[in-house]
């Protein structure tokens, strides 16, 4: 077991929220009534099917070794691969989770088929997340299958925002739970919105809240040649209930040159810039992801070691 001295207990205030009941929403409030019933999950780390296998990171055993790091799991769900042995031995721990879809295009009403929605409350009665969240984008080209899986960010128009914001309330009420949207990872994005506005507008028509991904964001405003700030002063960051962390590769082909969002543990400053705003202005914030699946545990303490600084500054905003 590999030891890793704690940082900061309890950075987010972490504490049980009486009257929450996971899988029921009450239609009669709005989001901003709705949200002060979610619990506050403090700061935890994302899974998918089979990341220890390839030679991530051990969740249980960096949340026994180090339990600030890792207050709970957000569990990456594709329905065709179910749950993996890890993600079981969180649940079978009754350790807290989130359900975080890898598999659903939001805007297509055809894909919440009813199927697809069945085997959804399945895994949501294995998990019981504290809610649903993933990047709101497209997870496949053509039927859900195998070989049609990818993730291609929103077309960032008005209409899209629609259709994004009735497929949101749409898996909200069949499953019982918020469901969060993600700005998605990208390298071209079409539309005659920026992709704050997008986001902003599916939140407001959806009446939900958001998952911000701060690397996410940092890739999309180093794409456009905007500052890591640009445009966060007019977002909704009261409506932000879940930040992500993670590190990201520079790479070139071509002459063209991207962001690789591949999950290093190397968290570039443009994210950190936008990860210690966020903490300052969202008001409703319950959870901190750091995405480190893919890594060892030794190579996670300086990003977790900074995620606790920011916390333990402006983590009495959210007490």
Not at 57 to 70: F, I, Q, T, Y
Not at 79 to 94: E, P, R, T
Not at 149 to 158: A, D, K, V
Not at 206 to 232: F, K, N, V, W
Request: negative net charge.
């Amino acid at each position: 077991m590999i030891e890793i001295a704690p940082v900061v207990v309890n950075p987010l205030r972490v504490r049980p929220v009486v009257g929450y009941q996971s899988g029921v929403i009450d239609r009669r409030q709005s989001f901003l009534e709705r949200v002060v019933a979610l619990p506050r999950l403090g700061v935890g780390v994302s899974t998918e099917y089979g990341a220890q296998l390839a030679g991530g990171l051990d969740v249980m055993d960096l949340a026994e070794s180090a339990p600030d790091h890792v207050q709970f799991l957000e569990v990456g769900v594709e329905i065709a691969k179910g749950l993996d042995a890890d993600a079981l031995a969180w649940i079978d721990a009754g350790r807290p989770t989130t359900y975080h879809f890898l598999d659903v295009n939001l805007d297509e009403p055809d894909d919440l088929g009813p199927d697809w929605l069945r085997e959804v409350a399945e895994v949501c009665r294995q998990l019981k997340p504290a809610w649903l969240c993933g990047d709101a984008g497209m997870w496949h080209f053509g039927p859900r299958d195998r070989n049609h899986m990818l993730l291609l960010p929103p077309i960032l128009t008005r209409e899209s925002a629609t259709d994004m914001a009735v497929g949101i309330r749409r898996l909200r009420d069949a499953t019982g739970y918020e469901v969060l949207p993600e700005n998605p990872p990208g390298q071209v994005f079409i539309g005659d919105m920026t992709l704050l506005e997008f986001f902003a507008e599916v939140c407001e028509r959806a009446d939900t809240g958001m998952l911000l991904d701060c690397a996410h964001l940092a890739i999309y405003q180093h794409l456009h040649g905007r500052s890591p700030l640009e445009g966060l002063d007019r977002f909704p960051l009261e409506r932000v209930v879940e930040l992500h962390v993670a590190g990201g590769t520079h790479r070139e082909h071509d002459g063209f040159a991207w962001i690789d969002d591949d999950h290093t543990t190397a968290v570039s400053a443009e994210t950190w810039a936008i990860f210690d705003f966020a903490v300052k202005h969202a008001t409703n914030l319950k959870a901190v992801v750091f995405e480190c699946e893919r890594n060892q545990a030794a190579a996670t303490e300086a990003g977790f070691a900074r995620l606790a600084e920011t916390l333990a500054v402006d983590g009495h905003m959210h007490s």
